[in-house]
């Protein structure tokens, strides 16, 4: 049963030490605003939904609609995810 109960740790929020802390969100104005030459994660409002590796980051677009605030939460989501795996300590958002 303990080891049973270790392996659900990870569900209860628990990081381990060599883990990334949670990523925190900064929110930009303008893209301009990312120090030139970091490495980046940023959500930004754009034509269509998507994501593309742009230089040193990734870009992740989300179409202005009338859901648009709940698909820019939700895009969030997978950018911190995105960025959580590349080692990054936060992503940019610009509405």
């Not at 949670?22 to 269509?48: D, N, Q, S």
């Not at 698909?71 to 995810?81: G, I, K, L, P």
Request: net charge neutral; with cysteine; charged share 25%.
């Amino acid at each position: 049963m303990i080891a049973g109960a270790m392996a659900d740790i990870s569900m209860l929020g628990i990081r381990n030490w060599g883990e990334p802390a949670m990523v925190a969100v900064k929110h930009i104005k303008r893209r301009e605003e990312i120090p030139e030459g970091e490495r980046f994660v940023l959500v930004t409002y754009g034509e269509a939904l998507g994501t593309v590796r742009d230089g040193d980051g990734y870009v992740f677009t989300v179409p202005q609609t009338a859901m648009s605030e709940l698909s820019f939460t939700a895009v969030v989501h997978s950018a911190r995810e995105v960025a959580k795996r590349e080692k990054m300590p936060f992503v940019y958002a610009c509405k």
